[in-house]
């Protein structure tokens, strides 16, 4: 069992290194031009113990704490956002269903999950609504026995490989978000239509893609959220999902800072070293402090996390601040390399677009504005 393996070998946040290291690292640039999911990696990672970190103890998984993941996934990031994202979408799939799902679904599916022999989608999102998680027109009806679940979901990450879907769906609309539930449906399962990757700016280790559902039957044992419940998990899941993206922030800019300090440290120009300018001295200060203001922000909502707090405010603000402050200084890191920032071999550029596609997950940055000042303002 995963506890064991992690009790024989170093601590998880070391396997995280290692794995970023050996597998993400000299691999990733080689995903992005190919514009390939990595699902042979994903089987490597869950060989490492890396799918059951959320799972409980007791479930055979390690349940680390919120603070404990923003640091797995940051060290991750480094080597690869795309690819990170896709472990954290997964392992809080199979880390839900241990938790709030019947023992039937747990034994079905979470073993599965932490193997690797189950990749796991989380399908939320819709064209018509973006971000707006309540106004989702995907249906389920009930139909004898089963549910008949049709419409569609967008910008789902692993949708490339996905073989288990967690699907929002509305049963009735007149209830609103009180309507929402959330099924289990099979990629396999008839009337699931899978379509084609996204072609995007950056972060194909992502797999981003769509599904369609055309009178999908779902057993009714297969509802992991009932109405009521299902708009409240989607919620839960969105505010960890945005601590953990601001921390994933943080290991791009940290290793953006780290190559653009060796570029300064490695070069002349005008008879004196790069790292003699002041310009770029304080240039490279200021993203120095943005990195120290995401992690401290980030930690601090993990920390409300784990304490049980309402860390949804936190959240917004990290979510709102890290993606900017990390464009903005991987550019200005890229620029202190000089035109060798811009080479493909170079992670930089990868990060550069995760950084821009981070803006818009989980809630674009407009989003957060919204929570932010409507929380201000005291209108819920």
């Known amino acids: 069992m995963l506890k064991d393996l992690l009790t024989a070998a170093?601590?998880?946040?070391?396997?995280?290194?290692?794995?970023?290291?050996?597998?993400?690292?000299?691999?990733?640039?080689?995903?992005?031009?190919?514009?390939?999911?990595?699902?042979?990696?994903?089987?490597?990672?869950?060989?490492?113990?890396?799918?059951?970190?959320?799972?409980?103890?007791e479930a055979g998984g390690l349940d680390i704490s919120c603070q404990e993941r923003i640091a797995l996934w940051e060290v991750?990031?480094?080597?690869?956002?795309?690819?990170?994202?896709?472990?954290?979408?997964?392992?809080?799939?199979a880390a839900a269903i241990a938790r709030n799902g019947s023992a039937a679904q747990r034994d079905r599916y979470v073993p599965a999950m932490m193997s690797g022999d189950c990749l796991g989608a989380f399908?939320?999102?819709?064209?018509?609504?973006?971000?707006?998680?309540?106004?989702?027109?995907?249906?389920?009806?009930?139909?004898?026995?089963?549910?008949?679940?049709?419409?569609?979901?967008?910008?789902?990450?692993?949708?490339?490989?996905?073989?288990?879907?967690?699907?929002?769906?509305?049963?009735?609309?007149e209830a609103g978000w009180r309507g929402i539930a959330a099924f289990l449906v099979q990629a396999d399962d008839p009337g699931v239509i899978r379509e084609e990757p996204y072609f995007m700016l950056g972060g194909?280790?992502?797999?981003?893609?769509?599904?369609?559902f055309d009178g999908a039957k779902v057993p009714a044992d297969r509802m992991l959220f009932p109405p009521g419940e299902g708009f409240k998990a989607a919620l839960g899941g969105i505010t960890i999902a945005r601590i953990v993206v601001p921390a994933m922030c943080a290991g791009m800019l940290q290793a953006a800072v780290d190559q653009a300090t060796a570029a300064l440290t490695g070069r002349r120009a005008f008879g004196r070293d790069l790292a003699d300018f002041q310009g770029l001295q304080w240039r490279l200060?200021?993203?120095?402090?943005?990195?120290?203001?995401?992690?401290?922000?980030?930690?601090?909502?993990?920390?409300?996390?784990?304490?049980?707090?309402?860390?949804?405010?936190?959240?917004?603000?990290?979510?709102?601040?890290?993606?900017a402050?990390?464009?903005?200084?991987?550019?200005?890191?890229?620029?202190?390399m000089g035109a060798d920032g811009l080479k493909q071999d170079n992670p930089l550029p990868r990060h550069l677009a995760a950084?821009?596609?981070?803006?818009?997950?989980?809630?674009?940055s407009e989003i957060q504005n919204r929570v932010l000042a409507r929380h201000l303002l005291g209108r819920g």
């Open 355 to 364: 950084a821009k596609l981070a803006q818009y997950m989980d809630g674009s």
């Open 204 to 212: 194909h280790s992502m797999g981003v893609g769509g599904f369609r």
């Open 285 to 323: 200060a200021d993203v120095a402090t943005d990195l120290h203001a995401i992690r401290c922000m980030a930690a601090d909502a993990a920390r409300r996390v784990d304490a049980g707090e309402d860390a949804q405010i936190a959240a917004a603000h990290v979510k709102k601040f890290a993606p």
């Open 123 to 173: 399908l939320l999102t819709e064209k018509q609504s973006g971000s707006d998680a309540a106004g989702i027109l995907t249906r389920a009806v009930q139909d004898g026995a089963d549910w008949r679940i049709d419409g569609a979901k967008t910008w789902v990450t692993n949708a490339a490989s996905a073989d288990l879907l967690h699907v929002y769906a509305q049963t009735d609309p």
């Open 325 to 336: 402050r990390a464009l903005e200084g991987l550019a200005a890191c890229m620029q202190m």
């Open 76 to 93: 991750m990031a480094r080597a690869d956002f795309g690819f990170t994202f896709s472990l954290v979408v997964h392992t809080a799939f």
């Open 10 to 57: 170093p601590p998880v946040l070391a396997v995280a290194e290692r794995f970023a290291a050996e597998e993400m690292a000299p691999n990733a640039a080689a995903w992005e031009r190919e514009r390939r999911y990595p699902r042979d990696a994903f089987a490597r990672a869950a060989a490492a113990g890396l799918c059951g970190l959320f799972v409980p103890r």
